[in-house]
């Protein structure tokens, strides 16, 4: 994001002027609070909820089964991990398309609830009336056109949208129906480059490609697509930056190692009983005779502390909290 924006939350204001200055807009998915914290350490400001979570994070086939609720978790989730982005939640499948008034509900539910800084929804003509109803109310208001995987069966997959001449004019016109709506910026998926570049000069507002080509303002991916941790399919659009799905396998399987040989935990793992109440307890009529006199099994030796160990654990506090 522009330098003027570092110190403060990012606005729709700053995306509309980097269109205008043509500084390339960059946007992430993000679904949690350690997903957000990590992408705007990373130095995007601009992020979306979006309703893949659906698939990379809850393990649904396609986007069509997400909740408001489901979205509503992630998003409050996403919010508490940022200081300074612009997060934008996206409306599930049946959140808007039954009418403005749900939309606006389900919307305000976004920025009231959730703290969500704007919200994006599928479609161009047919949804003009309700981004108008949003963006009075005054809720931003992100577009989507191309591939809208809430449409998915209609389209009969993921297919590239606005090949032919009629199709991409309408896209044109979906895109000017949501610009002369209100919303402050639309995202373009699955669309051949040349139209998008197209429809990116024409239009006052950012375009945010994804498989839409350089040409538009700016670009959003999905946090997972990027990182390697969703392998179902690996869209042609994406770009792998790091293998962490496989990191993460072998971090895992390492641990397992470790405690199956038991070189896990250690004694830096691991806290302290005092010497003069472990002496005490040792001597106390409530621990059993066989325990005393060493008799035990090696795990409740362990409990006592009688394991043989070159180096004494550590008395401190732990610097960092126990989980449970
Ligand atoms: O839900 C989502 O993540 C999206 C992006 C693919 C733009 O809509």
Redesign the pocket.
Known sequence: MSKESSCRRVTISDIKRMKRKGEPIVML?AYDYPSARLVEEAGISFM?V???LGMVVLGYET?IPVTMEEMLHHVKAVVRGTKKSLVVA?MPFMSYQTGPEDALRNAGRFLQEGGAHAV?LEGGVNVAGTVRRLVEAGIPVMG?LGLT?QSLHQFGGFKVQGKTPQAAIRLMNDAEALADAGAFSV?L?LAPAALAELISKRLRIPTIG?GAGAGCDGQ?Q?YHDLLGLFDRFVPKHARRYADLGQAIRDAVAAYAEDVRERRFPTDENSFCMDETALAELRTSDDVPEALRAGKAPASSEAALGRTASSKKPSTEKPSTPAHA
Request: cysteine-free; proline content about 7%; glycine content about 6%.
């Open positions: 998915t979306l979006g309703d893949t986007t996206d994006k989507h995987p995202v998926e994804i959003v999905v």
